[in-house]
């Protein structure tokens, strides 16, 4: 049931942009997206929940693709405060006790360099 | 607002021991969930509690329990710890913990088993 994000680490210069990517074999019914730092808990950035849907956060953004049960997440003109590791948190379709149970992938590592 | 709490924050203890780890969600969230995060990994979800009932449980042996108080708080239990017991407890609070609404996660337990 873990979603498999891609890719595993991306080094960026400041102001370029990066796609991180996730993919389920399950049917998803949302996909939601965290920032960890180093020693610190997981930020929530977005969630994502209708077939097609897209949101944006200033200049990071996401789209949900329900029929190919992948998601993505861009970051454009990456800051030097995008560092950190990112994560994708899968449900399911399968509602009842799969009810707020987010799976989550591996992280993509993404580290921006002046 | 005050965010999630956790309590404590860092733990040692040795294989066999008991332990037991707090969590004080968001004034007016009534769901908690538990997640395990290995290093390297992403969460790992363990619990989820909704108006003091157990509403799913990840695959974790029966060493693992938890519970949650009136006031929403949770605790979760951690018997006859190992080695591979060594983690980042992470807590999240949601609204109702439906699967369309963001969970904030607390800052975590950092549990060494020696």
């Known amino acids: ?114 | 607002d005050a965010g999630v709490t956790q309590s404590p924050t860092h733990l040692i203890k040795t294989r066999g021991q008991h332990v037991t780890l707090r969590c004080s969600p968001i004034s007016g969230h009534k769901s908690v969930s538990w997640y395990q995060q290995v290093l390297g990994q992403g969460p790992q979800f363990i619990f989820q509690y909704y108006e003091k009932e157990e509403r799913g449980r990840g695959n974790f042996p029966d060493r693992f329990s938890a519970r949650q108080f009136p006031n929403y708080s949770s605790e979760l239990n951690v018997n006859a710890l190992l080695l591979g017991d060594s983690a980042l407890y992470l807590c999240a609070s949601s609204l109702s913990g439906g699967a369309e609404e963001t969970q904030y996660f607390g800052p975590g337990t950092r549990l060494l088993v020696l």
């Open chain 1, 1 to 114: 049931q873990q979603p498999v994000q891609s890719p595993q680490a991306v080094i960026l210069r400041e102001g370029e942009d990066a796609v991180i990517n996730c993919s389920s074999s399950k049917a998803l019914y949302s996909v939601h997206w965290y920032r960890q730092k180093h020693g610190e808990a997981p930020v929530f950035l977005m969630i994502l929940l209708k077939g097609g849907e897209q949101k944006g956060h200033d200049k990071i953004s996401a789209s949900f693709n329900e029929k190919k049960q992948q998601s993505s997440l861009y970051l454009t003109a990456s800051q030097l405060s995008y560092s950190g590791t990112y994560f994708c948190g899968t449900e399911s379709k399968d509602r009842g006790s799969t009810l707020g149970r987010l799976y989550f992938g591996r992280g993509t590592q993404l580290t921006v360099w002046p």
